[in-house]
């Protein structure tokens, strides 16, 4: 009986083959990605369990959405083909018979502060013979040295390229003031026992690998939370100082499309956190407290969540703050249980701040980013608490704080402390410090974004973020510290969608979406763009920092 469907594949336009050339087309895809599959697990059992992050990338799928883009890799090869030996009309060629498979790449970091701290990328060997010889053509010399059961060729005192007849890594230890290091840390990923590798120590990362996407992150938020860095914050602040993350873990999907990119977290609470906190958060956030949000415009940002009023003692108590809460319930001659009932546990935050783009524009025309002021980004916010249909209670809270003078009815408002401006709507109160509310926050329309408001109703949080949020990430680096995290965001977004579900077992998923300036540009060109110039960047910063420390 004749196959229909397979017939009608092969008379389409596209796919003008015989059957016997069809079979044989397939089995060389089915070979290939057998021999692509078993390379990359090799690359993936020499990242070390003590990485903190790992990213790993499908090239060959990212490139596919790139063909259209092939006049920019042409122009960015020539300029590699003229620091090398390989002719620019062979440079693809001669990727392709490096020895060294470049459609599968796994990054890996560790969250030190120290000179121990790098980033290393893997690539999978499918040819060591063919490796040196490729190398030979790409640096003008290569001093290549066997040691340890590793070739490898020294970069700088910071950086490394070693390879084994199954792995090439390319390693960085930005703090590191000797080679020693670099070369011991590259000995030791690339001659390390399979079962001490992350892939085979942890669970969590062996399920991620078997998943298929163009691009998955995975990190470990309780080595994160270790780490000097992220424990000094944490103990710095009496609400963070007792936070652990141990075995908890996030995982991203990505997918690119024309002027959007998707991805699909999923975060991993340990054990103790999912029996702790699997009521705190409601199905869905009532939309009304959007709608009904006295805000005339989109705003730059936007955070909204729904929790169970019944499970906050739960969260007050592990962010120390029961006893501040008892105070402030006293202050207004009101049980905290009494004063925690007005609220239904929806809760919106709106940031406004049309200020921030025209500061952050002028520090950048700074010649020496060094020497910028702190001038700040002037943030205006409005939160907006949801009520609960008994106002029994809010009432008393009303009538006892005009009484005490705290608060003072105006026309359509109240004012609080002579500084906060509280709306009072059916079924939300609003709180803002802007003076002339009508400028940033106008009393109506409702809040416009469709598509957010829709999230709200489906969802426990939904995120919004505008362009002018990163202008303030990127504006804070520029003054403080170079940032290489905030380097990568930096991109041509015109605004990010984060939208979560309840928390289901111990897995609470989620979705990101980021919309980039140029709507009909794929979202890999505009990374690969970023990421060329940026590189470049790093790599003249690293080259001037060379020459001075000479």
């Not at 990568?488 to 309840?502: A, G, K, Q, R």
């Not at 110039?533 to 690293?542: K, P, V």
Request: aromatic share 10%.
């Amino acid at each position: 009986m004749p196959n229909l469907k397979l017939d009608a594949l092969m008379k389409k336009t596209y796919f003008r083959l015989n059957k016997p050339t069809f079979f044989l087309f397939l089995g060389l895809l089915i070979s290939l990605s057998i021999t692509g599959c078993l390379s990359s697990r090799q690359a993936a059992l020499h990242i070390p369990a003590e990485s903190g992050v790992v990213l790993k990338a499908n090239l060959l799928s990212l490139m596919l959405k790139m063909h259209h883009a092939k006049g920019t890799f042409r122009e960015d090869f020539s300029q590699v083909a003229k620091s090398s030996a390989i002719p620019e009309n062979q440079l693809i060629g001669r990727l392709q018979s490096s020895g060294i498979n470049f459609l599968r790449a796994f990054m890996f970091s560790t969250f030190e502060e120290d000179a121990t701290n790098y980033f290393a990328l893997n690539f999978p060997v499918s040819n060591p013979k063919k490796v040196e010889p490729f190398l030979k053509l790409v640096f003008d010399t290569l001093n290549v040295q066997k040691e340890g059961g590793i070739s490898f060729f020294k970069l700088s005192e910071r950086s490394i390229l070693a390879w084994t007849d199954e792995v090439i890594t390319y390693l960085n230890m930005p703090k590191s003031a000797k080679f020693e290091l670099p070369f011991q840390k590259a000995q030791a990923i690339l001659t390390m026992p399979e079962d001490s590798s992350l892939l085979m120590k942890n669970d969590n990362y062996r399920k991620l690998n078997k998943v298929w996407a163009e691009v998955t992150v995975w990190a470990n938020l309780g080595r994160m939370a270790q780490s000097p860095g992220m424990q000094k914050f944490l103990s710095s602040h009496e609400v963070t100082k007792d936070i652990k993350l141990n075995n908890t873990y996030l995982q991203s999907l990505a997918h690119f499309h024309r002027g959007k990119m998707n991805a699909q977290t999923e975060l991993f609470l340990s054990e103790q956190g999912h029996k702790r906190y699997k009521n705190l958060f409601r199905p869905s956030i009532n939309p009304t407290v959007l709608y009904e949000a006295p805000i005339g415009n989109t705003p730059r940002g936007m955070l909204a969540l729904a929790v169970n009023m019944s499970e906050v003692h739960t969260l007050l108590e592990d962010l120390h703050l029961t006893d501040e809460a008892q105070r402030a319930a006293e202050i207004v001659n009101l049980p905290l249980d009494q004063l925690m009932a007005i609220f239904s546990g929806d809760v919106v935050l709106f940031m406004e701040d049309d200020t921030l783009t025209q500061v952050v524009s002028a520090n950048r025309q700074n010649a020496n980013p060094q020497k910028m002021k702190r001038k700040g980004p002037q943030h205006n916010y409005m939160i907006g608490l949801g009520l609960n249909s008994d106002r029994t209670n809010l009432d008393s809270l009303i009538n006892e704080l005009i009484t005490s003078s705290l608060l003072v009815k105006k026309e359509d408002h109240y004012l609080f402390f002579d500084e906060y401006i509280i709306i009072e709507r059916p079924d939300a109160l609003y709180i803002t410090k802007v003076q002339d509310k009508t400028q940033q926050f106008a009393p109506d329309p409702a809040f416009g974004n469709a598509h957010v408001r829709e999230l709200a109703t489906k969802n426990a949080l939904v995120f919004y973020g505008g362009r002018s949020l990163i202008d303030g990430l990127i504006h804070r680096k520029a003054v403080e510290d170079d940032n290489l995290l905030l380097d990568l965001i930096d991109l041509p977004l015109l605004y990010s969608v984060f939208h979560t579900e309840n928390l289901q077992d111990n897995i609470t998923k989620g979705s990101l979406a980021t919309h980039f300036t140029d709507a009909d540009e794929n979202s890999v060109v505009i990374f690969y763009n970023h990421l060329k110039e940026l590189l470049f960047r790093r790599n003249e910063q690293i080259n001037n920092t060379h020459e001075a420390d000479r």
